[in-house]
């Protein structure tokens, strides 16, 4: 089990002089924190411009030094190296992970000319048969799981979302499992679970709510607005056909700042894209 990385995710100094920040550091840190927590490996790709340009070089676009037939035949050889090294190892990389804006290693986006544009580098454009993610992307799976817990079903069902997303090496946290009933509640007790729920709140990367019902709970629409508070990427899973209005799937005030997933697979699809 492994992962194709850019090799500028685990050696910096491959990059162009200037570009690097502790943002990017925090990031690809965890990148790596994920994967450890999954047993996957990084496994570095080769950089098509520390072989064509060597180090230290400065920042620039795919049309400003890139655009030769020299750098081609480069990323010919590369591919096919790339490429037979995943027919050794006898099955494919979970995903490719690049880093956008590069020339070569872009995956939404990429300095082809002088402005960003959309699309992947034209390295990695070359495996678009592989599942491709931007570091940024990837470094967010620490999850808070907001849902309605208080019947036999509804644990089942959060249970099973739960398991499914971490089957995709999502870290989730899930409130129902403090074991809490109405009967063992005390004011001791319910101050612990409503610390140990905000404590994993804040430590979130994101937080997939379930908006099933005829109205969200109270308890998923406060986190989901606290969350919303704290600048966190929410997405909202509504599998329920009912509408709250004509242009509302439940309440707008939930829906604005969410994306909304209408089955697990669309939750699963919206997870892998990155933030909208």
Same mark, same amino acid.
């Given at each position: 089990?492994?992962?194709? #990385?850019?090799?500028?995710?685990?050696?910096?100094?491959?990059?162009?002089?200037?570009?690097?920040?502790?943002?990017?550091?925090?990031?690809?840190?965890?990148?790596?924190?994920?994967?450890?927590?999954?047993?996957?490996? &990084?496994?570095?790709?080769?950089?098509?411009?520390? +072989?064509?340009?060597?180090?230290?070089?400065?920042?620039?676009?795919?049309?400003?030094?890139?655009?030769?037939?020299?750098?081609?035949? #480069?990323?010919?050889?590369?591919?096919?190296?790339?490429?037979?090294?995943?027919?050794?190892?006898?099955?494919?990389?979970?995903?490719?992970?690049?880093?956008?804006?590069?020339?070569?290693?872009?995956?939404?986006?990429?300095?082809?000319?002088?402005? /960003?544009?959309?699309?992947?580098?034209?390295?990695? /454009?070359?495996?678009?048969?592989?599942?491709?993610?931007?570091?940024?992307?990837?470094?967010?799976?620490?999850?808070? +799981?907001?849902?309605?817990?208080?019947?036999?079903?509804?644990?089942?069902?959060?249970?099973?979302?739960?398991?499914?997303?971490?089957?995709?090496?999502?870290?989730?946290?899930?409130?129902?499992?403090?074991?809490?009933?109405?009967?063992?509640?005390?004011?001791?007790?319910?101050?612990?679970?409503?610390?140990?729920?905000?404590?994993? +709140?804040?430590?979130?990367?994101?937080?997939?709510?379930?908006?099933?019902?005829?109205?969200?709970?109270?308890?998923?629409?406060?986190?989901?607005?606290?969350?919303?508070?704290?600048? /966190?990427?929410?997405?909202?899973?509504?599998?329920?056909?009912?509408?709250?209005?004509?242009?509302?799937?439940?309440? +707008? &005030?939930?829906?604005?700042?969410?994306?909304?997933?209408?089955?697990?697979?669309?939750?699963?699809?919206?997870?892998?894209?990155?933030?909208?």
């Amino acid at each position: 089990m492994y992962v194709l #990385v850019s090799a500028c995710i685990l050696n910096e100094k491959l990059r162009a002089e200037g570009i690097t920040t502790d943002a990017d550091r925090a990031v690809w840190a965890a990148a790596a924190a994920r994967c450890r927590q999954f047993g996957i490996e &990084m496994v570095p790709l080769p950089c098509p411009e520390t +072989l064509y340009l060597g180090v230290p070089r400065s920042p620039g676009s795919f049309l400003d030094r890139l655009n030769t037939p020299e750098f081609a035949a #480069v990323l010919d050889h590369l591919e096919e190296q790339v490429r037979t090294l995943i027919a050794e190892r006898g099955e494919p990389p979970i995903a490719i992970i690049g880093v956008n804006s590069s020339p070569t290693c872009g995956v939404t986006t990429t300095y082809y000319g002088d402005e /960003k544009s959309a699309g992947p580098g034209v390295f990695l /454009k070359r495996f678009a048969d592989f599942p491709l993610i931007d570091v940024r992307s990837f470094a967010q799976y620490r999850i808070y +799981l907001a849902a309605p817990l208080f019947s036999e079903a509804q644990k089942i069902y959060n249970a099973g979302l739960a398991g499914l997303l971490a089957s995709q090496y999502y870290s989730v946290h899930l409130p129902q499992n403090f074991e809490d009933t109405a009967e063992s509640r005390s004011k001791n007790r319910e101050e612990l679970i409503y610390r140990w729920n905000l404590a994993a +709140l804040k430590n979130s990367d994101i937080v997939v709510a379930v908006i099933d019902g005829s109205d969200a709970d109270s308890g998923t629409a406060w986190e989901m607005g606290y969350a919303t508070a704290l600048g /966190k990427r929410v997405i909202a899973i509504r599998t329920d056909f009912r509408r709250y209005s004509e242009n509302e799937l439940v309440n +707008l &005030m939930l829906e604005t700042e969410a994306e909304i997933a209408g089955s697990s697979e669309e939750l699963l699809s919206l997870l892998t894209c990155g933030s909208a």
